[in-house]
């Protein structure tokens, strides 16, 4: 199938044959047809797989087709398409996406998020667009001081869906949802389907047209997995040698908090390793400089919290390391995602020390199977001085070990997060 069958408009084909592309993808092929009949649509797709163009490129065709039959002009009006996304990051991306495939139309699009300046998307929506992309909270600070207006929704995507509840954007998105008109076309995407998601769909897809590239809460194939249990004093260690001894290039770091981010990249730093870090706490400037140094190969570790990494688009990345593992076992397929990206082979590994065992057994029951692990252990050394390659390590695979009780602990949503 190529792109030139799906009923789309030369100038969008001209954009996606500059970017190098000429068949559509799984989810592209299906969702593109379904959302140009106009069905509303919840698909389950991990990142990677070209979800973001799968529902940019229908809409900017459906909003093509309006403006050829009279019905509005984009001149000063308000946004026909709504694109609601979990974190700044995230909604850049698909920003990007829509301004590179609609950049031979008239169309016009803006991006809404926190942690910048407001009067630059106020002046934008001031002068009228035809596509908004925003994260919740800034949107709302937006709508309640009369800045956006939102009655003209014609389209609604909620992109990540899973994630904007895990961050507890559950009120903020039936609020939003009571401005938009009652008929609209919903589209939902989603990379896990929780009994969360799933009520939420239930009340706003009107006979969804289900798509599913991947069954939903499990990893690409393209990622090959492994664990190694180490002792928690040994993490730092054991990565720094796995950076050295296996020379890997880019590589994206997980933690759990800020705070073992900062400590983390300060760590590997002293070891001679070029790093950066992204987490809520630093500033957009900073999170997009850090970002485009680690896609420029200007630093070789990205070490980053699962919030400031969401919708991170990173093409070709080989590498993700879970320096900890999450609590939500849900967000082990969010972080792997990243790598194995669009047919490329990738390798996810995950460090997991004596009180991480049970948020593993939780991840291997999400996945459905058991991941291969090895027992890292460093060989007696004297030590290494800053910047010198770490004590090696020896490993062996992990034998069979008998399950324990659950102790019943589970990641929590926690407090809402706004305008990220």
Not at 14 to 24: L, S, V, W
Not at 69 to 98: H, M, N, Y
Not at 274 to 286: P, R
Request: glycine share 8%.
């Amino acid at each position: 199938m190529a792109f030139s069958s799906l009923g789309l408009d030369k100038a969008l084909l001209r954009a996606i044959a500059e970017q190098g592309y000429t068949a559509p993808t799984p989810i592209q092929a299906q969702a593109i047809p379904a959302i140009l009949a106009g069905r509303d649509l919840l698909a389950a797709a991990q990142t990677g797989t070209g979800k973001t163009a799968a529902f940019t490129l229908p809409l900017l065709q459906k909003l093509l087709d309006a403006g050829r039959t009279g019905e509005r002009s984009a001149q000063g009006r308000a946004p026909r398409a709504l694109i609601l996304a979990p974190t700044r990051e995230l909604a850049a991306q698909v920003g990007d996406s829509i301004r590179t495939y609609g950049k031979h139309t008239a169309l016009r699009s803006a991006t809404v998020f926190g942690g910048v300046g407001m009067q630059p998307q106020i002046d934008a929506l001031k002068r009228g667009l035809d596509i908004l992309v925003a994260t919740p909270g800034r949107l709302l600070d937006l709508v309640e001081q009369g800045q956006a207006k939102l009655g003209e929704v014609d389209f609604l995507v909620l992109d990540e869906a899973d994630r904007m509840l895990d961050m507890g954007f559950i009120h903020d998105i039936k609020r939003i949802l009571s401005l938009l008109p009652k008929i609209r076309q919903n589209l939902l995407f989603s990379a896990t389907f929780s009994a969360e998601v799933r009520a939420l769909s239930g009340g706003l897809l009107r006979h969804p047209l289900g798509i599913e590239v991947a069954p939903p809460n499990t990893a690409a194939a393209s990622v090959n997995q492994r664990v190694y249990h180490v002792e928690r004093e040994c993490k730092q260690a054991l990565l720094a040698h796995l950076l050295h001894s296996h020379a890997w290039g880019q590589t994206l770091v997980f933690t759990r908090t800020k705070h073992g981010a900062n400590r983390l990249a300060q760590q590997l730093e002293r070891d001679g390793f070029q790093v950066a870090v992204i987490h809520g706490n630093k500033s957009q400037s900073i999170r997009t400089k850090a970002l485009e140094d680690f896609k420029q190969d200007r630093v070789q570790v990205l070490v980053a919290t699962d919030i400031a990494a969401r919708g991170l688009d990173i093409r070709e990345l080989p590498h993700v390391v879970n320096y900890e593992l999450p609590n939500i076992p849900a967000d082990y397929v969010h972080r792997i995602g990243r790598t194995g990206r669009a047919g490329a082979v990738g390798e996810a590994v995950s460090l997991v020390s004596e009180d991480e065992k049970e948020l593993l057994r939780d991840i291997e029951r999400l996945l459905g199977r058991r991941l291969p692990a090895q027992v890292a252990m460093a060989e007696k050394s004297p030590g290494h001085p800053s910047g010198e390659a770490p004590p090696p390590y020896r490993s062996r695979p992990r034998g069979p070990h008998p399950e324990r009780r659950s102790t019943g602990r589970r990641g929590t949503h926690g407090p809402r997060r706004r305008a990220l």
